[in-house]
C-alpha cells in the first residue's frame, strides 16, 4: 500500500475553509494532538461535514498506528467508519473514498489472509472512484497503482489459493496498468515512493535500461525520512544486482531466466527496519 503525498487543495470547502486548512497545516507540522481538539470542535459545530469526517479518519489511522496490535485494530475499526460516513454523505468526496481503500486495506490485514483477499474487488472500487472524483490526486493514483502491481504479481499458486481458500477469483491487473498509474502519478507531482514503484515496474515489464536508470536517479535521491532511506538503500542493491552481477547471479539467471528480473530479499516490499513506523513521510496522505 503503499500508501504518500501531500492533500489536494481540492478536499477544502467553502463552508469551514479556513478552519480545514489550518488543520491541514497542523497535519503536516505533526501537531495531531492540537488537530484533533479542533477537528473534535469543528465535528461538534458541523457533525454531518464529510471535510470533517475523512480528516478525523485520517487522523485516527496516524495515531492508531502507534498503539499494540488490538488496540490499533480498533482504532482502524473507528477510522474506516469514519471514512464510510464521509462517503455516505458525499458519495463526490474523492479523498472519503481513498481513505476507505486504505482502511479497508489495513482492517483486512489484521483479520488475515482470506479477509485480505475479499477486500480486494471493494479497494479497487473505491480507488477508482478517488481517481474518477479527483484526477489530480498523485497519492490515489499511485496507490492504484500498487494495486496493479501486486495482483500482477499473484502467482499461479497463490491465485489458486485464493481461489480455494477464500472462495473468490483472484482479481486481474497488469504490470502495464500499473505503470500507467504511477506514470500518471509522476506526471501530477514526482516524490520518492512512486519513482521506486516506477522503476520496479520497469523491472518487472523486462525495461531494464528505464529501471537502471530510475535506480540510479533514486540512489542519488535526498533523504527527508526513513522511508526514503529505505527506498535509497534498495536502489542501491537493485542497482548492484543489475549492472554487476556476481559469478552466483550469472549462473542463476541462467538456469531460471523467467526470474531475472525479481531481485531476492527487496523483490517485494515487505515489513523492514525502515518502514515499521508508518508515521513517517511516505504514510503522510
Not at 268 to 278: F, M
Amino acid at each position: 500500500c503503499p500508501l504518500v503525498g501531500e492533500e489536494g487543495s481540492s478536499g477544502i470547502n467553502a463552508e469551514y475553509g479556513e478552519e480545514l486548512a489550518e488543520c491541514d497545516e497542523l497535519y503536516h507540522n505533526g501537531k495531531y494532538t492540537d488537530m484533533e481538539d479542533k477537528l473534535v470542535e469543528l465535528n461538534t459545530v458541523s457533525p454531518h461535514n464529510d471535510e470533517v469526517l475523512w480528516r478525523l479518519a485520517r487522523l485516527k489511522w496516524v495515531c492508531g498506528k502507534g498503539y499494540q496490535s488490538n488496540q490499533r485494530h480498533k482504532v482502524f475499526h473507528v477510522a474506516h467508519a469514519l471514512a464510510c460516513q464521509a462517503a455516505e454523505i458525499n458519495p463526490d468526496n474523492g479523498n472519503a473514498h481513498r481513505w476507505i481503500a486504505i482502511l479497508t486495506f489495513h482492517k483486512a490485514e489484521k483479520e488475515g489472509v482470506a479477509a485480505t483477499c475479499l477486500a480486494l474487488e471493494g479497494i479497487k472500487y473505491h480507488l477508482d472512484k478517488a481517481v474518477e472524483l479527483n484526477p489530480e490526486d498523485s497519492v490515489a493514483w499511485s496507490i492504484l497503482g500498487n494495486w496493479y502491481f501486486e495482483v500482477a504479481d499473484m502467482n499461479r499458486l497463490q491465485r489458486r489459493w485464493m481461489k480455494t481458500f477464500a472462495g473468490v477469483a483472484a482479481p486481474e491487473g497488469t504490470y502495464k496498468q500499473a505503470l500507467a498509474c504511477f506514470e500518471k502519478s509522476h506526471d501530477i507531482k514526482p516524490w520518492i515512493q512512486n519513482s521506486y514503484m516506477l522503476a520496479k515496474t520497469h523491472l518487472r515489464m523486462g525495461n531494464k535500461d528505464s529501471a537502471l536508470v530510475a535506480f540510479d536517479r533514486l540512489s542519488k535521491s535526498t533523504i527527508t525520512s526513513a522511508e526514503d532511506f529505505r527506498v535509497r538503500k534498495e536502489s542501491h542493491i537493485y542497482l548492484q544486482k543489475l549492472g554487476k552481477p556476481d559469478f552466483f547471479d550469472r549462473i542463476r539467471f541462467l538456469i531460471t531466466p523467467s526470474d531475472k528480473y525479481r531481485i531476492p530479499f527487496v523483490a517485494r516490499d515487505t515489513e523492514t527496519t525502515y518502514n515499521r513506523h508508518w508515521s513517517e513521510k511516505f504514510w503522510k496522505f
